[in-house]
């Protein structure tokens, strides 16, 4: 009964840490939008400013060259659902192939997929600039989507989806009844794949959706930026969150945390509708395998 008291006491503690450690950030990301420059620095950190200053700071937000921060959304958008949808369309076909298909270099295949996943993205980054480079797509859309779409993490959870779920037997079955390799795929495997294809959309789309450091080499142009990039370009630009503002631009701390807010929503949101199929994902192996 002690045991059972002291670690249900544990455990609880535990998640009031985590709750604390990640909450607490979010929360006082949330009231800085509330609040003035001077109110930020005098008031107490988790203080409530007013709503009417929300609108103030999403104004002048708006306004900060003509708006560039709905050109840099749409960007993001369009880098990461071009990027997720390409992964998908590659990594699909190809975790199910490794799964359930014997030929020569298969154990190769599967050893470079998970060497790949463990190196740096970083240090990739210059052997892609001069790919890039060489076929003139630096500084173009491309630059950005056809890198992020390079995804071996997806292909190995479906790897794993494939082999642990779907039992052999069921593509025999299915190959006697005289269905293609490509009808089984598609008519027997996807069906069944709906939860882990849901997790690789999902890790796809956050992992191209924060990406900084790609866009940020391949891209020159502020009007292509995505809006990762595109915040530190605010903040670089009206010296925002450096002390004195010199540049006359009305964006100081309260205008970057709401950027800073309206850069991780989609992320948020897509969790919420999305979660029931991870979690899905997640234990579909554990329960089959």
Not at 39 to 58: C, K, T, V, Y
Not at 215 to 230: E, F, H, V
Request: charged share 10%.
């Amino acid at each position: 009964m002690i045991a059972r008291l002291s670690g249900r006491l544990g455990r609880n503690i535990l998640l009031l840490s985590a709750l604390l450690f990640f909450g607490v950030p979010v929360l006082w990301l949330f009231l800085a939008t509330t609040k003035t420059s001077d109110q930020l620095r005098n008031d107490a950190p988790m203080s409530f400013g007013s709503f009417e200053q929300i609108g103030i700071a999403w104004s002048h937000l708006i306004g900060y060259n003509d708006g560039i921060i709905a050109t840099w959304t749409l960007n993001s958008i369009l880098y990461t659902l071009g990027s997720m949808v390409i992964a998908l369309l590659a990594c699909v076909p190809a975790g199910y192939g490794l799964a359930k298909f014997r030929f020569r270099g298969r154990g190769v295949v599967l050893f470079l997929t998970l060497v790949t996943m463990v190196v740096p993205s970083a240090a990739l980054i210059l052997p892609l600039y001069l790919q890039m480079s060489a076929v003139g797509l630096t500084n173009t859309p491309w630059s950005v989507i056809l890198p992020l779409a390079f995804y071996p993490f997806g292909v190995y959870l479906v790897y794993l989806f494939a082999a642990t779920t779907i039992p052999d037997s069921v593509i025999e079955a299915a190959r006697l009844d005289g269905l293609s390799e490509w009808g089984i795929m598609m008519r027997i495997f996807l069906p069944l794949a709906v939860p882990v294809i849901v997790m690789v959309a999902f890790f796809a789309f956050v992992n191209a959706w924060n990406a900084f450091f790609l866009p940020y080499i391949m891209l020159t142009d502020s009007d292509l930026a995505n809006l990762q990039t595109g915040l530190q370009l605010l903040m670089r630009n009206t010296n925002a969150l450096g002390g004195a503002n010199f540049t006359g631009i009305p964006i100081r701390e309260p205008e970057i945390a709401l950027a800073a807010i309206v850069s991780v929503s989609p992320i948020l949101l897509i969790f919420l509708f999305a979660q029931r199929h991870l979690v899905a994902g997640q234990t579909a192996g554990a329960e089959k395998g």
